[in-house]
């Protein structure tokens, strides 16, 4: 008979109870190697029952308020440690769980599932009539919608018959990656009504017997917990949600809970719902490309509607997600949000941020994406997912072969779109609004994107540094990403075959990313068992291959975490602290582990370095401040700074080393560069460290794949057509001698802005400033500066900015407890002869026009200085004055990651340094300390609470000097501080 309208159909009122095992034993099969097929979406199996296309979306059940999530932004910070034994608990009172009688169930109906009437309701709508109309007759989930919409009953018919010659899955047949039976679960929930019982007994049958084939897949040496095993796992939940009562299904159920709603919920949870393989293989497993094929979006969505209560506290699955689990499901929109790159050039479509392996034609937010954002984004009630969805429609279609919604998905439409979200725009102040940058699997993952703003033309930064996951991922620990108008620092080459020249010996080594090389002769890496003879790149180890083991053998994260340190040595990068506050964003990691070093090496190998760290700093809208500390072992060469460009580089005075200057290996002896991404975005790139910095340019036509004496470009051919990235040339910075201590400190700014902005050289470019420290904290400190905002205010001029970056210069990092720099107009450097051993800060040179050597008051002093300190204690109090030391401007606590923003007004001398002072400390040091509280000494200070900038929680409130406040925003990452200090101003020093 035809659904009822309006009103979700009943069944008998006892409900379902499905136990779940509170001890699980995974059992390890043997290693079963595995042969890897290369086609456009690797490793994708073909199975017996798929149909066309691309499957999309989930529906939205309830929508879950924000303040669920007991954060401000989801997703950002680390997943608590504990999370392998804890995180997916589903009730730890009773291990059980109960599953909604009737049918529908299943994302329509349910307890929480859109109803029937709302499905009739969505389709009147007019963005949705003349769509609803066409729903039907392209496979078995079309034909399902169908009846449930207009109670077709030929539509039904079909279903039953597809479903009733459905021969089931094995074993064999699903054993890579995806199987079907998730989509016959959820159409024959759909059509249940309009089956016979013998109808529904023999499919139930059938997807209990696939359910228990998938689960012997899962318990065994099966895929990857990060590639493929989420997507078997949600196919194992769908059908046992779905089936009626029938021998072995307790088993099956009991299988969905251990697979999918702990283990496989929890590797996203894990990665804070990025993913490490990219977003081309994020939207394979997360979501279907092939009806019927129904992966981890559809599971969560019948979880949620089918499951009574999730968790103690929490009847949604959602809410639990949002509450308990890191917010990773938002995160995991926010991600395909943040990565998504504005259309530039002529006829430009938008596009993602490259990483992992990541097919051509995959590189654009259209068809397979828009689904699953729409989900989370109507789950959520997130307006700004919501207009990410609609504003896509500016490129593309609604539905359309190259729409935002394939006509294969067109069934999910009235239960997927946000139709009742309202927009928001990214930069709507809080708590609508995004921050500017955030972080994903803080803990593990470490990938970072940073913005200067959501419009075409701001700039965009991608950072990540963590642990080694799976087979297509890449050996990229610390590779950065620059982006305005076009890429203008990138992911280098294409996705080409599982096995080709081009893949295993260039396109997923370190060599084609923006990261360090550290050459060493007779390094040994291992390659591809078809690839031939090992490329050396000088780059990490490579672990795809793994002679020890396989690489794609891991079935839960308990057993991942076992490999990390120990077995599969899957330690490579972490992320030792991030923020991102008003003056920019700062970002300390180590990547020592993912190289031959002396922690772990390959066999055959010796180490090749002990530390290996690198430090971003992105002070907005246009300075990129990389800092990186190396110490080397042995006979290893001097590390090499790698960056891949979409253009040929202008050098300062090039020599031709081989081939020609168009196409071939060109060096310079003077360590700056610029670059034209020919779509209106610029980047100016120097070596402030060390002195000896010389760069090599290498690309063009047989060379822009240059690895180990050879151009590794077979397989690349037919790929590397827009909307590929692959580059042109890449470019090298490196000392032109080995240091005889073996220690390195590489310090590079990278200057984005748009083409045609006039730039002087050296007065608009970043520079060196001297910052002195103290005896008792004597280890070394960088200090990067950038005159009057550099381009982006058109010249230092009043009312301008200038920008400064303070942080660790040793070698490995150390702490900055105390420094003094010159800010706001040229001050003179020197050491200062009053016992302390001190030095006086030199401020930035190339003042502001008419500045005198030692400032102009006129113009300087309404000159403001972003400082943004890194690298210090975190959780210690830290104090601010001006030279000589007064009155204290400023106190905080700085943030746990150990930075503080710091707004200076006018020009000076800026002493910082750690209260109490260090035993031994010299008397400026101990002045700052010694010191009343803040203020003029003798008079009072006031408390203000002051308006918090976009993206930022409320602001504590604090002392401020008399008579102008100092304000400090905890960020919502991590309590990080910004002051804004009141300077003393007039005829400079």
């Given at each position: 008979?035809?659904?009822?309208?309006?009103?979700?159909?009943?069944?008998?009122?006892?409900?379902?109870?499905?136990?779940?095992y509170s001890t699980i034993t995974v059992l390890a099969a043997p290693y079963r190697a595995r042969g890897l097929r290369g086609s456009t979406m690797r490793m994708k199996r073909r199975h017996r029952l798929r149909t066309l296309g691309a499957v999309a979306g989930l529906s939205a059940l309830?929508?879950?308020?924000?303040?669920?999530?007991?954060?401000?932004?989801?997703?950002?910070?680390?997943?608590?440690?504990?999370?392998?034994?804890?995180?997916?608990?589903?009730?730890?009172?009773?291990?059980?769980?109960?599953?909604?009688?009737?049918?529908?169930?299943?994302?329509?109906?349910?307890?929480?599932?859109?109803?029937?009437?709302?499905?009739?309701?969505?389709?009147?709508?007019?963005?949705?009539?003349?769509?609803?109309?066409?729903?039907?007759?392209?496979?078995?989930?079309?034909?399902?919608?169908?009846?449930?919409?207009?109670?077709?009953?030929?539509?039904?018919?079909?279903?039953?018959?597809?479903?009733?010659?459905?021969?089931?899955?094995?074993?064999?047949?699903?054993?890579?990656?995806?199987?079907?039976?998730?989509?016959?679960?959820?159409?024959?929930?759909?059509?249940?009504?309009?089956?016979?019982?013998?109808?529904?007994?023999?499919?139930?049958?059938?997807?209990?017997?696939?359910?228990?084939?998938?689960?012997?897949?899962?318990?065994?040496?099966?895929?990857?917990?990060?590639?493929?095993?989420?997507?078997?796992?949600?196919?194992?939940?769908?059908?046992?949600?779905?089936?009626?009562?029938?021998?072995?299904?307790?088993?099956?159920?009991?299988?969905?809970?251990?697979?999918?709603?702990?283990?496989?919920?929890?590797?996203?949870?894990?990665?804070?719902?990025?993913?490490?393989?990219?977003?081309?293989?994020?939207?394979?497993?997360?979501?279907?490309?092939?009806?019927?094929?129904?992966?981890?979006?559809?599971?969560?969505?019948?979880?949620?509607?089918?499951?009574?209560?999730?968790?103690?506290?929490?009847?949604?699955?959602?809410?639990?997600?949002?509450?308990?689990?890191?917010?990773?499901?938002?995160?995991?929109?926010?991600?395909?949000?943040?990565?998504?790159?504005?259309?530039?050039?002529?006829?430009?479509?938008?596009?993602?941020?490259?990483?992992?392996?990541?097919?051509?034609?995959?590189?654009?937010?259209?068809?397979?994406?828009?689904?699953?954002?729409?989900?989370?984004?109507?789950?959520?009630?997130?307006?700004?997912?919501?207009?990410?969805?609609?504003?896509?429609?500016?490129?593309?279609?609604?539905?359309?072969?190259?729409?935002?919604?394939?006509?294969?998905?067109?069934?999910?439409?009235?239960?997927?779109?946000?139709?009742?979200?309202?927009?928001?725009?990214?930069?709507?102040?809080?708590?609508?609004?995004?921050?500017?940058?955030?972080?994903?699997?803080?803990?593990?993952?470490?990938?970072?994107?940073?913005?200067?703003?959501?419009?075409?033309?701001?700039?965009?930064?991608?950072?990540?540094?963590?642990?080694?996951?799976?087979?297509?991922?890449?050996?990229?620990?610390?590779?950065?990403?620059?982006?305005?108008?076009?890429?203008?620092?990138?992911?280098?080459?294409?996705?080409?075959?599982?096995?080709?020249?081009?893949?295993?010996?260039?396109?997923?080594?370190?060599?084609?990313?923006?990261?360090?090389?550290?050459?060493?002769?007779?390094?040994?890496?291992?390659?591809?068992?078809?690839?031939?003879?090992?490329?050396?790149?000088?780059?990490?180890?490579?672990?795809?291959?793994?002679?020890?083991?396989?690489?794609?053998?891991?079935?839960?994260?308990?057993?991942?975490?076992?490999?990390?340190?120990?077995?599969?040595?899957?330690?490579?990068?972490?992320?030792?602290?991030?923020?991102?506050?008003?003056?920019?964003?700062?970002?300390?990691?180590?990547?020592?582990?993912?190289?031959?070093?002396?922690?772990?090496?390959?066999?055959?190998?010796?180490?090749?370095?002990?530390?290996?760290?690198?430090?971003?700093?992105?002070?907005?809208?246009?300075?990129?401040?990389?800092?990186?500390?190396?110490?080397?072992?042995?006979?290893?060469?001097?590390?090499?700074?790698?960056?891949?460009?979409?253009?040929?580089?202008?050098?300062?005075?090039?020599?031709?080393?081989?081939?020609?200057?168009?196409?071939?290996?060109?060096?310079?002896?003077?360590?700056?560069?610029?670059?034209?991404?020919?779509?209106?975005?610029?980047?100016?790139?120097?070596?402030?460290?060390?002195?000896?910095?010389?760069?090599?340019?290498?690309?063009?036509?047989?060379?822009?794949?240059?690895?180990?004496?050879?151009?590794?470009?077979?397989?690349?051919?037919?790929?590397?057509?827009?909307?590929?990235?692959?580059?042109?040339?890449?470019?090298?910075?490196?000392?032109?001698?080995?240091?005889?201590?073996?220690?390195?400190?590489?310090?590079?700014?990278?200057?984005?802005?748009?083409?045609?902005?006039?730039?002087?050289?050296?007065?608009?470019?970043?520079?060196?400033?001297?910052?002195?420290?103290?005896?008792?904290?004597?280890?070394?400190?960088?200090?990067?500066?950038?005159?009057?905002?550099?381009?982006?205010?058109?010249?230092?001029?009043?009312?301008?900015?200038?920008?400064?970056?303070?942080?660790?210069?040793?070698?490995?990092?150390?702490?900055?407890?105390?420094?003094?720099?010159?800010?706001?107009?040229?001050?003179?450097?020197?050491?200062?002869?009053?016992?302390?051993?001190?030095?006086?800060?030199?401020?930035?040179?190339?003042?502001?026009?008419?500045?005198?050597?030692?400032?102009?008051?006129?113009?300087?002093?309404?000159?403001?200085?972003?400082?943004?300190?890194?690298?210090?204690?975190?959780?210690?109090?830290?104090?601010?004055?001006?030279?000589?030391?007064?009155?204290?401007?400023?106190?905080?606590?700085?943030?746990?990651?150990?930075?503080?923003?710091?707004?200076?007004?006018?020009?000076?001398?800026?002493?910082?340094?750690?209260?109490?002072?260090?035993?031994?400390?010299?008397?400026?040091?101990?002045?700052?300390?010694?010191?009343?509280?803040?203020?003029?000494?003798?008079?009072?200070?006031?408390?203000?609470?002051?308006?918090?900038?976009?993206?930022?929680?409320?602001?504590?409130?604090?002392?401020?000097?008399?008579?102008?406040?100092?304000?400090?925003?905890?960020?919502?990452?991590?309590?990080?501080?910004?002051?804004?200090?009141?300077?003393?101003?007039?005829?400079?020093?």
């Amino acid at each position: 008979m035809a659904p009822a309208s309006g009103c979700r159909r009943s069944w008998p009122s006892t409900p379902i109870v499905l136990s779940v095992y509170s001890t699980i034993t995974v059992l390890a099969a043997p290693y079963r190697a595995r042969g890897l097929r290369g086609s456009t979406m690797r490793m994708k199996r073909r199975h017996r029952l798929r149909t066309l296309g691309a499957v999309a979306g989930l529906s939205a059940l309830a929508v879950i308020p924000a303040a669920a999530a007991g954060r401000r932004h989801p997703g950002d910070g680390p997943v608590r440690s504990g999370v392998a034994t804890a995180l997916h608990d589903m009730d730890a009172r009773n291990d059980t769980v109960d599953v909604f009688p009737g049918h529908p169930r299943l994302i329509v109906g349910g307890h929480r599932g859109t109803s029937v009437a709302a499905l009739r309701a969505a389709c009147q709508r007019p963005e949705l009539r003349a769509q609803c109309d066409q729903i039907g007759g392209r496979h078995v989930l079309d034909d399902a919608m169908r009846y449930l919409l207009a109670g077709d009953r030929a539509a039904a018919g079909r279903v039953a018959g597809v479903l009733g010659a459905w021969g089931g899955c094995t074993t064999a047949d699903s054993d890579a990656e995806h199987a079907d039976g998730g989509g016959m679960a959820l159409a024959f929930d759909w059509v249940w009504d309009a089956l016979s019982a013998g109808e529904r007994a023999a499919i139930s049958d059938k997807l209990v017997a696939c359910g228990a084939a998938l689960t012997a897949v899962l318990d065994g040496n099966g895929p990857h917990l990060w590639h493929g095993y989420t997507s078997l796992a949600a196919s194992v939940a769908l059908m046992g949600l779905a089936a009626d009562d029938r021998p072995g299904l307790a088993s099956v159920r009991a299988s969905m809970v251990r697979h999918f709603r702990r283990n496989a919920l929890e590797a996203y949870a894990v990665v804070g719902g990025a993913w490490p393989e990219g977003y081309g293989y994020l939207r394979s497993h997360f979501f279907s490309s092939d009806p019927p094929g129904q992966y981890v979006m559809d599971a969560l969505r019948a979880w949620d509607s089918a499951v009574t209560r999730d968790h103690p506290a929490h009847a949604s699955l959602f809410e639990t997600i949002a509450a308990e689990e890191g917010d990773w499901l938002r995160g995991l929109g926010h991600h395909v949000y943040y990565g998504t790159l504005p259309a530039f050039g002529a006829g430009g479509k938008p596009t993602l941020l490259r990483g992992g392996d990541l097919p051509t034609g995959q590189a654009v937010p259209n068809r397979q994406y828009r689904p699953f954002v729409d989900a989370i984004a109507r789950v959520y009630g997130d307006g700004v997912l919501a207009e990410w969805g609609r504003g896509l429609e500016a490129s593309w279609p609604l539905v359309g072969g190259d729409g935002t919604y394939h006509p294969i998905h067109r069934y999910s439409l009235p239960y997927n779109l946000p139709l009742g979200v309202p927009p928001v725009l990214p930069d709507d102040a809080p708590p609508s609004g995004l921050p500017l940058g955030r972080i994903w699997g803080r803990a593990d993952l470490g990938y970072a994107i940073l913005r200067s703003g959501w419009g075409p033309g701001d700039t965009i930064v991608g950072y990540r540094a963590g642990k080694w996951f799976t087979g297509h991922q890449h050996m990229d620990q610390g590779h950065l990403d620059i982006w305005r108008r076009g890429p203008l620092a990138l992911d280098a080459g294409v996705y080409a075959g599982w096995g080709t020249e081009h893949r295993e010996a260039y396109y997923m080594r370190t060599v084609a990313h923006n990261t360090l090389l550290l050459p060493r002769a007779g390094e040994v890496f291992e390659t591809h068992p078809g690839g031939g003879g090992a490329i050396g790149d000088g780059g990490q180890r490579v672990h795809t291959y793994n002679r020890r083991g396989c690489a794609q053998c891991m079935q839960s994260v308990a057993e991942w975490r076992a490999n990390v340190g120990a077995g599969l040595r899957f330690e490579a990068g972490r992320i030792d602290a991030f923020e991102d506050g008003p003056s920019g964003a700062a970002i300390a990691s180590d990547i020592t582990a993912a190289y031959n070093a002396t922690g772990y090496v390959t066999p055959g190998n010796t180490p090749k370095l002990a530390v290996a760290q690198r430090d971003v700093a992105f002070v907005r809208p246009s300075l990129v401040v990389v800092v990186d500390r190396v110490r080397t072992v042995g006979d290893t060469d001097p590390p090499r700074f790698v960056l891949h460009l979409p253009a040929r580089p202008a050098l300062v005075d090039p020599r031709v080393v081989r081939g020609q200057a168009d196409n071939g290996i060109v060096a310079s002896g003077v360590a700056r560069f610029e670059v034209d991404n020919g779509t209106g975005g610029r980047m100016l790139v120097q070596a402030l460290a060390p002195a000896d910095a010389a760069m090599t340019a290498i690309g063009g036509r047989d060379h822009r794949y240059w690895v180990d004496g050879a151009n590794r470009a077979a397989g690349a051919a037919g790929q590397e057509g827009p909307p590929a990235e692959p580059g042109l040339w890449r470019i090298e910075s490196a000392p032109a001698a080995r240091a005889a201590s073996g220690e390195y400190v590489l310090v590079h700014t990278l200057v984005v802005t748009d083409t045609g902005r006039p730039v002087a050289w050296p007065s608009g470019w970043p520079r060196r400033v001297a910052v002195a420290v103290d005896p008792a904290a004597p280890e070394a400190v960088v200090g990067v500066g950038w005159a009057g905002g550099g381009l982006d205010s058109g010249g230092r001029a009043a009312g301008t900015q200038d920008r400064l970056v303070v942080r660790s210069g040793a070698v490995p990092r150390g702490v900055v407890r105390f420094v003094t720099v010159g800010v706001g107009g040229e001050v003179d450097g020197g050491v200062r002869d009053d016992g302390s051993g001190e030095a006086a800060g030199s401020g930035l040179e190339g003042a502001h026009p008419g500045a005198s050597a030692v400032g102009d008051a006129a113009a300087a002093d309404d000159i403001t200085t972003e400082v943004l300190l890194a690298d210090l204690a975190g959780g210690a109090t830290y104090r601010a004055c001006r030279l000589p030391c007064g009155s204290v401007l400023a106190e905080a606590v700085v943030s746990v990651e150990g930075v503080w923003h710091v707004a200076v007004d006018g020009p000076g001398e800026l002493a910082v340094g750690q209260c109490p002072a260090a035993a031994g400390a010299g008397e400026t040091w101990r002045g700052l300390c010694a010191a009343g509280g803040v203020g003029t000494p003798g008079a009072a200070t006031a408390t203000v609470t002051p308006v918090a900038p976009t993206g930022t929680a409320t602001p504590t409130a604090v002392a401020t000097s008399t008579g102008a406040p100092t304000a400090v925003w905890p960020t919502p990452e991590n309590g990080g501080r910004w002051a804004r200090l009141p300077w003393v101003t007039g005829g400079g020093r």
